[in-house]
C-alpha cells in the first residue's frame, strides 16, 4: 500500500467540527482512500471510504482533494464518544482482501 | 445478534498450554481475518482465510495455527503457548476481496501468558 501521513495528535472541542488532515502524494489511479477509528479498549471500526468523490455517511463525510494526494474526514459534531484513533489507509486492487496497514494514525482528544 | 463475536475476551493462561481464539459472524462475509496488536507494532495480520477451507498466512504467522471449515467461524490456536504470544488479538471479516470492502472487526481478545 502507498504510503500516509497523519498528524499524530489533534484536539477538538465537543459539538464542533473536527477536520482530520491525510497526506498521500504516493497515491495511484486504483487505491480506495479508507478511514478507520479506534476506540479505548475496542477494535477498529470502520468509518468511510471513497476513489475520488467526496462521501457521506451517517458518521462522516470524506472530502478528497482534486489531485488525490490529501484528503480529509470530517466530524460534524464532535463529541466525546469520537475520542479515538483515527487511521487514513490506502488500499490498492493488487493487494486487496489482505492485511490493512494501520500506521500509527491520529489520536483524537475531544474536550468538553 | 448479528456482527462478529470474539470469545473469550479475557483470557490468562501459561507458557506451554494450547489455547484457542473463537471468533464468529453472522453477515456469511467470504474473507476473514486474524491480527495481534502490540504496543510499538500497531495491528499485524497472522493468518486470513478467502473461504472455508481456504486459509493463508500473514504477515506474523508462527505459532498459530487456524482452521476455517465453516464461514462462520474461524479459530486461531496457539499450540504451545509463548510470553511473545501475549498481545489483544483481532478477528476481522469481508464481504469480498475488493479494495472497496471495508473490514468489520470484533471487540478482541485480551490474551496474558504467564
Known amino acids: 500500500d502507498a504510503k500516509t501521513t497523519q498528524p499524530n495528535s489533534m484536539e477538538s472541542n465537543e459539538e464542533e467540527p473536527v477536520h482530520l488532515p491525510c497526506n498521500h502524494s504516493?497515491?495511484?489511479?486504483?487505491?480506495?482512500i479508507h478511514w478507520y477509528r479506534q476506540l479505548p479498549s475496542q477494535g477498529p471500526e470502520y468509518v468511510i471510504h471513497g476513489l475520488t468523490s467526496n462521501v457521506n455517511n451517517r458518521m462522516a463525510s470524506l472530502a478528497i482533494a482534486e489531485d488525490r494526494k490529501s484528503s480529509t474526514l470530517i466530524l460534524h459534531r464532535a463529541t466525546l464518544r469520537d475520542a479515538a484513533v483515527y487511521y487514513c489507509?490506502?488500499?490498492?486492487?493488487?493487494?486487496?482482501?489482505?492485511?490493512?496497514?494501520f500506521g500509527k494514525g491520529t489520536s483524537l482528544l475531544v474536550t468538553p | 445478534d448479528a456482527g462478529i463475536t470474539q470469545s473469550p475476551r479475557y483470557k490468562i493462561t501459561e507458557t506451554g498450554r494450547q489455547v484457542t481464539l473463537m471468533c464468529h459472524q453472522t453477515w456469511s462475509h467470504s474473507y476473514m481475518f486474524w491480527y495481534r496488536q502490540d504496543l510499538g507494532h500497531g495491528l499485524r495480520l497472522i493468518y486470513y482465510?478467502?473461504?472455508?477451507?481456504?486459509?493463508d498466512k500473514g504477515e506474523v504467522p508462527d505459532g498459530y495455527v487456524v482452521s476455517r471449515s465453516k464461514t462462520e467461524n474461524f479459530p486461531l490456536t496457539l499450540e504451545s503457548a509463548t510470553r511473545s504470544q501475549t498481545s489483544v488479538y483481532f478477528c476481522?471479516?469481508?464481504?469480498?476481496?475488493?479494495?472497496?470492502?471495508?473490514?468489520?472487526f470484533g471487540d478482541g481478545t485480551r490474551l496474558s501468558i504467564l
Open positions: 489507509i490506502l488500499r490498492d486492487f493488487s493487494n486487496s482482501g489482505y492485511a490493512l496497514n
Open positions: 504516493t497515491i495511484s489511479g486504483t487505491d480506495y
Open positions: 482465510s478467502a473461504a472455508a477451507d481456504i486459509t
Open positions: 476481522a471479516s469481508s464481504e469480498s476481496r475488493g479494495s472497496n470492502q471495508p473490514q468489520h
